[in-house]
């Protein structure tokens, strides 16, 4: 069991490190056959990070330590969520720690070490790219929180482990109002958080409309890669959980094999390969809303979540708390 | 004698050593006689503290101190938690003292302020302990006026020192005499005026009388701790102390109110109707929201910490409205766990926001200056101060690993399992309290990363902060302690487990909901785990293999240093980087409808023609809302009717004696017809 246990904890981080790429090379592809173009296949992002990777590092003039350490923690911050939620198996030895609060608030440690380096290199890109981060992260956050709170009502507990174990359990709590609803808020949630259109556009480079990419403007070489990897498998882990939570099959639970966790990981591969081709799809369609118009966008999907809360108690989703 | 007595006895001496010593000696070895003497009465106060929160009580009567009442003190777990968090604050605080104010003979060097510092932290050591209303009063008064004469102290150097002495003055004062009227009709009421005597006649009193003297006490303790809307005399008293000064009030003073509305709540009244803490949860969740806020548009560093304090107090305000909300639907378990959350924030709140004070300090002490805009680069010069700063911001963002996390977390968990509690007052107010939290979360966040990133990263914006110098062995060493108060209580929140347990049961409130599990926080009431033991270390070793790894994949070892990218016009200057203000600029948008930012546009055009364009002035300001619409239009209603009243007096003497005879002539026949 134990074995089991580590093995699923090293396939879920392996499979977040190795597929985030793979993801976003797989949404480009998508996206460039939608639009008629031939696409540059879905490996490329690896070889870009290969590229990346062995140039020399280079440092800014002027930065200090906080521009140093941003991608490295970036990257560890979204490591550590990639490992602590149920993402294989609801039944490592970790288990027991996956607080949803605890992994929101992970994520948000990687997006402030990311503000504080854009604010780091003194220029008007990264001081602007982190106000505009920190100004959507900070109205994301109430959206989050009330859709962790909306999720936890039948569970009983903010644990993810058990709130995906419970919804595999009795489906009927995934039909429900209440987590039909907050569904809808937790995926606007993850478009801000992961910086998609139409709160950012991860392709664009023009100053008036980077939020992202203005903050990373300076780093070049394995700096620039851990960036980019962390910012892949910040979407990876966010589709990922979006997926466990609301297509809770396939995931493996205490007493499971090790083919079971063979399947598991196929399973994720296929969850999160057709999440992102489905937004992928949906970006060929959608515009970039305007910076000053997100806040509006984020104000619905916060009222989502509050109706989310308050139809789970009104109409009693049975078990759990209630 | 208990050890209790022991070591609050010695904190008196000590604290009257100190304020001797403050007074006599010669200004060479005033701060550092006062300040170790200071620091003496802060460990003492926390040994005094722990003692009682290890399950360990005492009381005394001192029937000569005072006339009339006489003095009663005792100590139960719950004034343990404030006293010991009083005295780390003192402790550290007064180490950093000595060397912030050992460069001159005015402002914090004086006589005046190294006499009334070691009694300004008695005071605050001693008011928890006070065990009847007089002597409670009196002590509380006693840490009000020597806080005011500590907040005037640089009157000579800035105006605005003044105007800040004055709110403050009138705003604890009005607190003052709201908790002296609650108090005095509760003793009046309940047969006796000391705790116990209040303790036992408390259910004697009729329901109205109760909510009377809940809502008069709670007004005035609530000022105190800064909550919206009596915060007004907050923002302007903190930023203009000297930052020690500053460190005491904004860490261990405020903490007072809620202890008074925790004391008076829950112990004395022994809990209330849900109304009573639906108002404390809502002043709580306004106080968050809007103190935030303000503390993102604030450009001036320490305004921005002292609105930080008014959030963190309104988190601790919902901690308590739920607690109270809780226990009146008899659901002691959860109440017990609200409580526990609320005073794991201020414990967590006293540790990094002190810290935060003291590093603003150490860059006020550096360069003179304490705005954002003019700020920056530090990091390089005072590399000390700014990892000690960005450890406490850490702390204040609610972030894993840092401690605030810890508590918001305790406090969302005890909210989100408040649904259990029937009513469809809890299925409304809950989840916008958790709405509440989360937001302010998220725009402390972005406080902080402003506060951190403009202040001490980037490049210096102004000479001053060019010519910044790392701050002293003293200030350092007084940071260091506090720093190390942050990282234990990250680290190893469980050790306080049983103290915390305590102090709810002293308030009242049974149950052992916080269990002590070594390092974590695992929670019995509700299926809950929280290690941040495991969290740091799993950080730490993904961290290592995000800077491992990618060094082995490397080729080219050697990393080069280049230039940021110009877009060919020539190096950036530091007057290309974002502001302070610049970073606010979206958040002010989107809010606002809630800040009605003033605006204001000079257009001056050349002589020749209206075409042309002379200068553009552009202003733009951020007024505290609240203070605008509620506190201006009493103001000029006061203004206006002391010029009305100055019409009454125009320096006739008949008119004065005519007044007399008249007045006389008045109360003569209002007795003759009355009686």
């Known amino acids: 069991m134990s074995a089991l246990g580590y093995a699923a904890i090293a396939a879920q981080a392996g499979a977040v490190v190795v597929g985030a790429p793979l993801l976003t090379g797989w949404m480009r592809q998508v996206r460039a056959r939608l639009e008629g173009r031939a696409g540059a296949g879905t490996a490329q992002p690896w070889r870009d990070l290969r590229k990346l990777l062995r140039k020399e590092p280079i440092t800014a003039a002027g930065t200090g330590p906080a521009f140093r350490v941003a991608p490295a923690l970036l990257v560890a911050s979204t490591l550590v969520v990639a490992a602590l939620i149920p993402l294989v198996s609801t039944a490592t030895p970790i288990s027991g720690h996956a607080d949803a609060i605890l992994v929101v608030g992970l994520l948000a440690l990687g997006t402030v070490t990311l503000a504080l380096a854009g604010l780091d290199t003194g220029t008007a890109f990264g001081g602007m790219g982190s106000s505009r981060e920190m100004t959507i992260s900070a109205l994301v956050e109430p959206t989050i929180l009330l859709a962790v709170f909306a999720l936890s009502i039948p569970a009983g507990s903010t644990n993810l482990a058990a709130i995906i174990s419970g919804a595999a359990e009795d489906p009927a709590r995934l039909a429900s109002p209440a987590g039909l609803l907050a569904t809808a808020a937790l995926a606007v949630a993850v478009l801000a958080e992961t910086g998609r259109i139409p709160v950012d556009n991860p392709s664009t480079h023009l100053e008036l409309t980077m939020v992202h990419e203005a903050m990373v403007l300076e780093y070049a070489g394995p700096d620039l890669a851990l960036v980019e990897l962390g910012a892949q498998m910040r979407l990876t882990v966010l589709l990922g959980l979006q997926a466990s939570l609301f297509v809770p099959w396939g995931i493996a639970t205490a007493g499971d094999s090790w083919g079971s966790l063979l399947l598991a990981l196929a399973v994720l591969a296929v969850k999160v390969a057709a999440l992102g081709a489905l937004l992928a799809a949906a970006e060929v369609f959608w515009a970039k809303l305007r910076l000053f118009r997100v806040p509006e966008l984020l104000a619905g999907s916060f009222l989502l979540a509050l109706l989310a809360v308050t139809a789970s108690y009104f109409l009693g989703t049975g078990g759990g708390i209630l | ?675």
């Not at chain 2, 047969?191 to 329901?207: C, N």
């Not at chain 2, 921005?304 to 008899?330: K, P, Q």
């Not at chain 2, 414990?347 to 004070?357: I, P, Q, Y």
């Open chain 2, 1 to 675: 004698m208990s050890p209790i007595g022991a070591a609050l006895g010695a904190a008196s001496a000590a604290a009257g050593a100190g304020a001797l010593a403050g007074l006599l000696l010669p200004l060479r070895v005033r701060p550092l006689a006062a300040g170790a003497c200071t620091t003496a009465a802060g460990a003492a106060g926390v040994v005094a503290g722990v003692a009682a929160l290890g399950g360990d009580s005492w009381s005394v009567r001192l029937p000569g101190l005072l006339p009339l009442a006489g003095t009663h003190l005792a100590v139960d777990a719950l004034s343990g938690l404030f006293i010991a968090v009083a005295g780390a604050v003192v402790a550290a605080v007064a180490v950093y003292g000595i060397g912030y104010s050992g460069h001159g003979a005015t402002g914090a060097g004086s006589r005046g302020v190294q006499a009334l510092l070691p009694l300004f932290a008695w005071s605050l050591l001693l008011v928890p302990a006070a065990a009847s209303v007089s002597t409670f009063l009196l002590l509380w008064e006693l840490m009000a006026l020597t806080s005011l004469l500590l907040v005037l102290a640089e009157h000579r150097l800035r105006a605005e020192v003044r105007g800040a002495g004055v709110w403050y003055a009138v705003m604890t004062h009005l607190g003052m005499v709201s908790v002296l009227a609650g108090l005095a009709w509760f003793a009046a009421d309940a047969g006796g005026e000391t705790f116990a005597a209040l303790r036992a006649g408390a259910d004697q009193l009729s329901p109205g009388v109760r909510g009377a003297v809940f809502v008069l006490v709670t007004a005035g303790f609530a000022s105190k701790a800064g909550a919206v809307p009596l915060h007004a005399w907050l923002p302007r008293a903190h930023p203009e102390a000297p930052s020690h000064v500053s460190a005491l009030m904004s860490a261990a003073m405020v903490n007072l109110g809620c202890y008074g509305i925790v004391r008076t709540g829950f112990d004395l009244l022994g809990g209330g109707p849900s109304w009573w803490w639906l108002a404390v949860l809502a002043t709580g969740a306004l106080s968050a929201v809007y103190g935030i806020l303000q503390a993102a548009m604030s450009s001036d560093l320490k305004r921005l910490l002292a609105y930080s304090t008014t959030e963190n107090m309104g988190l601790v305000l919902v901690g308590i409205g739920a607690a109270g909300l809780f226990a009146d639907r008899g659901r002691p378990e959860l109440a017990a766990l609200a409580l526990a959350a609320a005073l794991l924030h201020l414990v967590n709140h006293s540790a990094f926001k002190a810290l935060l004070f003291c590093a603003a300090g150490s860059v006020v002490h550096a360069t003179g200056e304490r705005d954002l805009d003019r700020l920056g680069g530090l990091r390089a010069k005072m590399p000390a101060t700014a990892g000690l700063f960005a450890l406490a911001a850490l702390g204040a963002v609610a972030l894993p690993p840092g401690n605030g996390f810890i508590s918001e977390w305790l406090l969302l968990q005890s909210l989100i399992h408040g649904l259990q509690v029937p009513g469809v007052a809890t299925a409304v107010v809950l989840p916008l309290a958790v709405a509440v939290i989360a937001l302010s979360a998220g725009l402390a966040a972005a406080v902080f990363v402003k506060a951190l990133g403009v202040g001490f990263f980037a490049r210096p914006r102004s000479e001053e902060a060019r010519r910044a110098r790392e701050a002293g062995p003293f200030m350092l060493a007084g940071m260091g302690l506090l720093a190390a108060c942050c990282v234990a209580l990250a680290v190893a929140p469980g050790a306080l487990g049983s103290g915390l347990d305590r102090a709810g049961t002293a308030a009242g409130l049974a149950g052992a909901p916080v269990l002590d599990d070594g390092t974590g926080v695992r929670l019995d009431a509700v299926s809950a785990k929280l290690v941040p033991v495991w969290v740091l270390a799993a950080l730490t070793v993904a961290l290592l293999a995000a800077v491992g790894v990618p060094r082995l994949l490397r080729r080219r070892r050697r990393r080069l240093r280049a230039r940021l990218w110009d877009c060919g016009g020539g190096a950036p200057t530091p007057r290309m980087a974002y502001t302070a203000t610049s970073f606010a600029e979206p958040l002010q948008r989107v809010f606002d409808d809630v800040l009605a930012p003033e605006q204001d546009v000079d257009v001056t055009h050349t002589r020749e023609s209206v075409y042309l364009v002379e200068r553009v002035r552009f202003q733009r300001r951020v007024p505290d809302r609240v203070e605008h619409r509620l506190y201006r239009p009493v103001l000029d209603w006061a203004e206006r009717a002391g010029e009305a009243a100055r019409r009454l007096a125009p320096g006739s003497v008949h008119r004065y004696l005519g007044y007399g005879f008249f007045g006389l002539v008045a109360l003569l026949l209002v007795l003759a017809v009355g009686w």
